[in-house]
């Protein structure tokens, strides 16, 4: 059993940038994929950013390339976001799996999910 917990979000101008953690506590001993995922009203969860255990396996959404950076660490996780849009207000979900390669940017590879930090960016 992992809990995860998000913390970070608010409200913010479109072009600033943000922050987000993720902190992990449980079953600790052992490594975890981390991703990030959001969901905004009305739409289904889409995947942000994953790292699988390598530097060189780290996966961004299209629309978050060059945006967004995921960092990555043994039971932590964080997301950095840059020039934010209006388009980027959502709940912001991280998640713990065991997923490697393409696969992590999939929910199902994904066991452990936190409650989700809102993220609201005005114009």
């Known amino acids: 059993q992992v809990q995860l917990v998000e913390s970070g979000g608010g409200l913010v101008q479109a072009g600033v940038s943000l922050t987000l953690s993720c902190a992990a506590s449980?079953?600790?001993?052992?490594?975890?994929?981390m991703g990030w995922f959001r969901q905004a009203p009305g739409k289904e969860r889409e995947f942000v950013a994953a790292?699988?255990?390598?530097?060189?396996n780290t996966y961004y959404a299209d629309s978050m390339k060059g945006r967004f950076t995921i960092s990555s660490a043994k039971n932590a996780v964080y997301l950095q976001m840059n020039s934010l849009k209006p388009e980027d207000t959502a709940v912001y979900y991280c998640?713990?799996?065991?997923?490697?390669?393409?696969?992590?940017?999939?929910?199902?590879?994904?066991?452990?999910w936190g409650q989700g930090t809102q993220v609201t960016v005005s114009s």
């Open positions: 449980g079953r600790t001993f052992r490594t975890y994929t």
């Open positions: 790292n699988s255990w390598s530097d060189s």
């Open positions: 998640a713990a799996g065991h997923g490697m390669g393409i696969v992590a940017t999939t929910e199902a590879s994904y066991d452990y």
